[in-house]
């Protein structure tokens, strides 16, 4: 099945889960798309499996607590950061729950990770002000860049790129490759009104990048020159929350949840707005994520909700 308009306001609540008490700061899915993992802010990390439709493991992490997460390509281990305790990065097996490595440097809170889509590097922002560069199978630092300011940061679909965005104001690219050579694109875009950036995302087949921000308002660049190609906004977000974006599988649509609990979708062709979805969240959606492989996505608050699209109206 194609992702269109219509099928994209097909989309209707498959099952909701009540695993948390708290937020859920982080969704992310397995590269193969068969697997889903959140964390929450009542330190609990959980494992879903798509097919199955269930959750499969839950796991409290109440010493290091849960901030951000990706899960890895083998979909059975996880890098994550605290917001308590101290800033170390850690790996860790959610079959036995115990930790396979740990990546110490950061001297303040990571802000952002991101997992090479293609080997076992990793990326991770801090408000340290620099960029760190690691691989799962060594607990040192790899490399490290100043991008003169609070990151945020993702891998390019090739894991030969990186952004950063920084200080809410500017992108940075760089190659893994030659990172200690400095940028080698930046261009910077401003909002009509102040706003934190929270997040930066690739589309799939590397040509935008989306900024997702705490100000109601999205926007997709242009990846290789910085030109702003759209700035959407008009979903409610007036406690200036963080709320995760996201773009489809077929970088043909953005998705962002909102304060009263409705996701948006927008065109990233035309720029128009194609969807307004009630998943009856009880509070804002904290982040989104669309399956990589599956016709479904995931929307958090405290409740963690699949969505799949109504057949019964094609």
């Known amino acids: 099945m194609k992702i269109t308009d219509s099928v994209l306001r097909s989309f209707r609540v498959a099952r909701t889960y009540r695993e948390n008490s708290q937020k859920v700061?982080?969704?992310?899915?397995?590269?193969?798309?068969e697997n889903a993992i959140s964390s929450s802010d009542d330190d609990c990390i959980v494992l879903y499996d798509i097919r199955e439709g269930k959750y499969v493991t839950v796991i409290n992490s109440k010493t290091y607590s849960t901030f951000i997460k990706q899960?890895?390509?083998d979909t059975q281990t996880v890098v994550y950061s605290?917001?308590?305790?101290?800033?170390?990065?850690?790996?860790?097996?959610?079959?036995?729950?115990?930790?396979?490595?740990?990546?110490?440097?950061?001297?303040?809170?990571?802000i952002a990770l991101s997992m090479s889509p293609v080997d076992n590097m990793f990326i991770s922002g801090s408000l340290d002000k620099t960029i760190r560069i690691w691989d799962l199978r060594a607990p040192n630092c790899q490399g490290l860049?100043?991008?003169?300011?609070k990151p945020v940061c993702s891998?390019?679909?090739?894991?030969?790129?990186?952004?950063?965005?920084?200080?809410?104001?500017?992108?940075?690219?760089?190659?893994?490759?030659?990172?200690?050579?400095?940028?080698?694109?930046?261009?910077?875009?401003?909002?009509?009104?102040?706003?934190?950036?929270?997040?930066?995302?690739f589309s799939n087949d590397g040509k935008q990048i989306l900024i997702s921000t705490n100000g109601g308002m999205i926007r997709v660049l242009n990846a290789f020159d910085g030109s702003v190609l759209h700035t959407f906004s008009g979903y409610n977000n007036s406690r200036g929350i963080s709320l995760e974006a996201c773009f489809t599988p077929d970088s043909q649509f953005v998705m962002i949840g909102s304060e009263d609990g409705r996701?948006?979708?927008?065109?990233?062709?035309?720029?128009?707005?194609?969807?307004?979805m009630d998943g009856k969240h009880p509070g804002p959606i904290n982040t989104l994520q669309f399956n990589p492989r599956y016709m479904t996505f995931a929307s958090a608050c405290t409740n963690?909700?699949?969505?799949?699209?109504?057949v019964d109206e094609f």
Request: aromatic content about 14%; proline content about 5%; hydrophobic content about 40%.
């Open 82 to 110: 605290s917001n308590k305790l101290d800033d170390t990065i850690r790996y860790l097996s959610l079959t036995d729950n115990k930790y396979i490595r740990y990546f110490p440097g950061h001297t303040a809170r990571v």
């Open 145 to 149: 860049t100043n991008p003169l300011g």
């Open 263 to 276: 996701v948006h979708v927008w065109s990233t062709e035309s720029g128009m707005k194609v969807a307004v």
């Open 155 to 201: 891998f390019d679909p090739d894991g030969l790129i990186f952004a950063a965005g920084v200080e809410s104001q500017a992108i940075k690219l760089y190659d893994l490759r030659a990172f200690d050579k400095g940028p080698f694109a930046s261009f910077e875009t401003r909002f009509s009104r102040v706003c934190d950036w929270t997040g930066l995302k």
């Open 25 to 33: 700061n982080c969704v992310d899915f397995s590269p193969n798309g």
């Open 71 to 73: 899960l890895t390509g």
């Open 304 to 310: 963690m909700t699949f969505w799949l699209p109504c």
